[in-house]
């Protein structure tokens, strides 16, 4: 029982899920001496990798429409397949901070102009060595005037890029954004080879070997790769398993090493089976339903409040995410976020609350609610245990499904659709998240929530957050953006989901990132088998 | 109408109005359906199934694939796969419909009769799981995964899609065989048969050398029509044992509305579906010269 118990508070341990003072207090509490404790507990932590071995893992996405080149990278296979083989000028580590990766450092005194440090002899898989050449022409590919790469977008603020020798990159914005170095962690933004973006050639600790669209990836480390610590395994293999089942079949019989999305239906079964981990990772992804502003009678700040005081955020987790995940706080800014503004009350269903508002609202009818499950799975469930909990505040919602195919096109961000259900993976850094959906000029405000009062000041506030460079300055603007959302805006955010997978218990791996599901997506250099 | 356009499906919640209406112009969605229809079947006609939408959203760089070089390993697995599924489901309910008819009312004949019934009313992906249940996953003897890849060797390939070509066996054995075991009874009750009983004939004889060469042709239109569906209809399988085959291709272009490989594949299907019906109507005629000439 005990044994037990300390096994699985090691495990905890490894997966970041406690810390090492937690594990501590638990491992006492069970009665066990310091110093034993304390050996436990490093033995927990200093899991030393090991090289070797081949990698399956079984992954839910992938598409016969999928490519190597990153511009269209779109889903779970191709981020994983791409942070497999290429690197980028900067990376968010497992500790979900921000480090260089081909660029050694990165500085701005201003936020404006940003250098790039590049690494030294660091080789292309071709053989060819990179330099600030190679960053600029794939930039290029991202930012140039043909261009429909996806990071088109988030890369719009760069004015210019130009190079200062070969190991120096130097990157004027339109504005200043301290986070900038952010963005260029994007999987899309992955450095390749001068004249070939696409053919799946990069500096990463494997090789692609061969690639078949909406099947698999077979890949074979890279000798010469750069990193310490990292790229384990000698090949590995990254196969397309879109059905749950066949996914957990292939894992339980051994013939995958790891799977992303279990099936929350039947993880119960798999956990009863002694050689599988489940790990589970709440990160930054949510749930949301955006009111628009601009479209009767979402512009109402009570009715606004009254529907975030209808939704019994609680029983969302529990039935549509089955406890896997956490409830939202109608911010679009999670725990894992490194400033999650935590001194707001967490909002939860309050009858009273919600028909106050409503009544003085001075609304009366139906209030028509558009979802499908192209949203987020569950989204339609969601959307009737909200208009069941709403009822017993007196507020009539009538919830409509919609067809999936064109869901983000004619439902989604549309004036003829004054709310929907919607979903977003989130971003690492605050500003990023307010840029895609909040500040006023982004294409993809899907609340319109522009003219009030509130919003006005918001919008300054992100400007100036993306100025400061003082870090406690920062929070605090931080913290008032948030709370202007959390009050005023037209956010109505119940749930951030997590990233349940699963692996064979032969793999080993240090603590979990929560940016992406799999580690990050970069389970496959990061991990090792035990 | 099927909603939506490619542009609108590949790009999601990216989608912006100016980029769909790129998307549609480079691909020529902006054009009437009518003249893109027939720019696609003089094509067709020509040999030219055209090239796939996917691909060519990346700095102006056309990669996108010919329909052709997509759909053609996909079709070569597909057509393994059903081959294997008919080489063991085709003389399997031949031989059960021969011996049912021979010892038909017989206990043989209701167990063989309830056990072909049993699988083929269950949905497949239902069969497919319990065989994987059975088969892969309490006794690891076959894989669950059906990955192949042109490099896998003939063995490797047999033993990776055994799973899924007994699923096929079992979901069509039962039609085949019930077929061939009525068409031999119907012939049973005819007066020709009766003659060869009362000369002395055995029953075995009867059945293999006076009635079975009068029943090929419904046999062999039942059996084509099995073959067909082998080729056109097996996505469920495929995905439930992620095998690389056309149906899972042309479900994955209809979901991102890649219409030149959805025509593609479609047109591949009807032909299919022509080819082995005319087959099946030729043994007909070769099998029962009388059918050339009407009464």
Not at chain 1, 145 to 151: I, N
Request: glycine share 8%.
């Amino acid at each position: 029982m005990k044994d037990k118990f300390i096994k699985a508070q090691q495990e905890k341990l490894t997966l970041g899920a406690i810390d090492r003072r937690q594990f501590m207090t638990s491992a006492i509490a069970a009665g066990i001496a310091i110093p034993t404790a304390l050996s436990l507990a490093s033995d927990a932590i200093a899991a030393t990798p090991k090289k070797g071995g081949k990698f399956r893992m079984g992954l839910g996405h992938g598409s016969t429409t999928d490519t190597l080149d990153s511009g269209t990278s779109e889903n779970h296979f191709t981020l994983v397949n791409g942070y497999t083989f290429g690197n980028h000028l900067t990376e968010i580590n497992n500790e979900g901070k921000l480090v260089g990766e081909l660029a050694e450092t990165f500085e701005s005194d201003d936020g404006k102009t940003w250098v790039f440090n590049l690494r030294k002899g660091v080789e292309f898989h071709n053989g060819k060595t990179m330099t600030s050449e190679d960053v600029l022409a794939s930039y290029e590919h991202h930012m140039g005037e043909k261009s429909t790469s996806a990071a088109k977008g988030s890369l719009s603020p760069v004015r210019s890029i130009k190079a200062d020798g070969k190991y120096k990159v130097i990157m004027e914005l339109d504005s200043p954004d301290t986070d900038f170095p952010y963005i260029v962690s994007d999987y899309h933004i992955s450095i390749r080879p001068a004249g070939d973006m696409t053919s799946g050639v990069g500096t990463g600790g494997y090789i692609v070997q061969s690639f078949e669209p909406g099947v698999k990836s077979v890949l074979k480390r890279n000798p010469n790769y750069w990193k310490e610590g990292a790229a384990h395994f000698d090949e590995v293999e990254l196969l397309s398993i879109v059905d749950p089942n066949a996914r957990q079949t292939a894992l339980i019989s051994g013939e995958i090493d790891a799977m992303d999305r279990v099936d929350l239906k039947t993880i119960n079964l798999m956990k009863r089976n002694p050689n599988i981990n489940i790990m589970q990772a709440t990160g930054t992804a949510h749930y949301t339903f955006p009111m628009r502003l601009n479209v009767d009678p979402f512009g109402d700040y009570d009715l606004r409040m009254a529907l975030k005081w209808a939704v019994d955020r609680q029983e969302l987790v529990d039935k549509i995410l089955l406890g896997y995940g956490a409830v939202g706080n109608d911010i679009p800014i999670g725990t894992a976020n490194y400033f999650h503004n935590s001194d707001l009350p967490q909002r939860e269903f309050d009858a009273d609350k919600a028909a106050f508002h409503y009544k003085k609202s001075g609304h009366s009818g139906k209030i028509q609610l558009s979802a499908a499950d192209a949203a987020f799975a569950g989204a339609v469930d969601a959307a009737q245990l909200m208009a069941n909990s709403a009822k017993k505040a007196g507020i009539d919602i009538e919830v409509i499904r919609e067809p999936n195919d064109g869901y983000w096109s004619n439902v989604w961000n549309n004036d003829a659709k004054g709310w929907c259900a919607c979903y977003w993976g989130g971003r690492p850094a605050e500003t990023m998240m307010f840029s895609a959906a909040y500040v006023a000029e982004s294409k993809w405000n899907d609340t319109m929530w522009k003219t009030t009062d509130s919003a006005v000041k918001f919008n300054q506030l992100v400007k100036d957050a993306r100025k400061e460079l003082d870090e406690s300055k920062k929070r605090d603007i931080l913290y008032e953006c948030q709370r202007l959302i959390y009050d005023d805006g037209g956010l109505l955010c119940p749930l951030f989901n997590s990233y349940v997978s699963a692996n064979s218990k032969k793999i080993a791996h240090g603590k979990i990132a929560a940016n992406w599901d799999s580690d990050g997506a970069k389970c496959v250099e990061r991990w090792w088998f035990a | 109408m099927l909603p939506g356009d490619f542009g609108q499906a590949i790009l999601g919640q990216a989608a912006l109005p100016e980029t769909v209406a790129a998307f549609r112009q480079e691909l020529g969605l902006d054009k009437p359906a009518y003249i893109r229809y027939f720019d696609w079947a003089l094509g067709a006609i020509q040999g030219d199934l055209g090239t796939s939408f996917s691909g060519r959203n990346a700095s102006g760089a056309d990669r996108s694939a010919e329909v052709v070089d997509k759909i053609a390993p996909r079709l070569w697995n597909t057509l393994f796969l059903a081959s294997m599924a008919a080489l063991i489901a085709v003389p399997l309910s031949l031989i059960l419909g021969i011996l049912t008819a021979l010892y038909r009312n017989s206990f043989f004949d209701r167990s063989v009769n309830t056990a072909t019934l049993t699988t083929i009313s269950f949905p497949e992906f239902f069969v497919a799981y319990i065989l994987i249940l059975f088969f892969a996953s309490l006794n690891q003897i076959f894989p669950s995964l059906a990955n192949v890849d042109p490099d896998t060797n003939f063995g490797e390939r047999i033993y990776r899609t055994a799973l899924p070509a007994f699923t096929l066996t079992l979901v069509i054995v039962a039609h085949m065989m019930r077929m061939t075991r009525a068409a031999i009874i119907n012939l049973l009750a005819s007066p020709y048969i009766q003659m060869a009983k009362l000369s002395g004939a055995s029953q075995t004889e009867i059945i293999l050398k006076h009635a079975l060469p009068n029943a090929w042709a419904p046999i062999a239109t039942v059996i084509a029509f099995n073959l067909a569906y082998l080729v056109v209809g097996v996505v469920v399988v495929e995905v439930v044992f992620v095998y690389p085959g056309v149906g899972q291709l042309m479900v994955d272009a209809v979901r991102t509305r890649d219409i030149p490989v959805v025509q593609g594949c479609a047109l591949i299907f009807a032909v299919t579906y022509i080819l082995l019906n005319l087959i099946a109507d030729i043994i007909g005629i070769v099998t029962n010269p009388r059918l050339l000439h009407p009464k």
